[in-house]
Structures are given as C-alpha cells and as structure tokens.
C-alpha cells in the first residue's frame, strides 16, 4: 500500500474523531512500506469502535491504559507490528487522538517518557482551540 492511500484509509477511519493535525502522517509514516497494514487497520478500527463506545471507560479493556494526568494509551499491537496512540479527552469527554508511536519490542514497559509531554501539549493546544 502506497502512502496515499495509506492516508486515504486513515482520514475515512478517523472521520468524526478529533484528531491532532500531525496524527494522520505520524501513523501514516509507521504503516508505510511495514506490510501490516490490512491487520493494523481491522485492530484500529475494532480500538476506536471500543474507544467510541466507552470513552474513559475504554481503560477497562487490556488494549488501553491511563498514563495519568489525562493522558491515555491505545494499544494496537498482532503479528510484526506494536502501535503506541496516546489519546485523551476535550473538553466535552470527546477522545482527542494525539500522537502515534511504533513501541520498540522487548518485554520491559513501554517508555513514554519522550511521548508523554508533546502529546499532553497537543491536548492542551487542541483544547484552547476548541469549540464545543
């Protein structure tokens, strides 16, 4: 898949969530040439379908975590591939998707320590725009 149409299937997925403006090509640029994106797709799609429902509830489910101070991890992982998307909530409890990371393997705990402050600006910056 090309990256034009990787990001073409990204926006239709995406369409009615709010996303952070460099979300789309941050994802886009982990999925291309990766060879994994049809499996990656049907696990994101069932992730935001779950995300959709539950809001911060999602965190019930193994596929999500709270990192704390409002930020939260979406965890899209299966056969060669381990997707990191930090997330949290506007002003009116809609998810905001900020920012999308391939998580290195190895069986220690994911660090977000490097991810955890541009994405909790993004929400900040996402949320002083806002209108809702």
Excluded: W
Aim: hydrophobic share 40%; charged share 25%.
């Amino acid at each position: 898949m090309n990256l034009d149409e990787i990001t073409r299937l990204l926006r239709e997925l995406l369409l009615g969530f709010n996303v952070h403006e460099r979300f789309i090509d941050e994802l886009a640029d982990i999925l291309r040439s990766s060879g994994i994106e049809r499996s990656f797709f049907s696990k994101l799609a069932f992730c935001l379908r779950f995300l959709s429902l539950y809001g911060a509830q999602a965190v019930r489910h193994e596929e999500f975590e709270s990192l704390g101070g409002g930020l939260f991890s979406m965890h899209v992982d299966g056969k060669g591939y381990n997707v990191r998307i930090l997330y949290g909530f506007l002003r009116d409890q809609s998810p905001a998707l900020l920012l999308a990371f391939f998580k290195r393997s190895g069986k220690g705990k994911t660090d977000y320590q490097s991810h955890i402050g541009p994405a909790a600006s993004r929400l900040e910056r996402m949320n002083n725009c806002y209108v809702g």
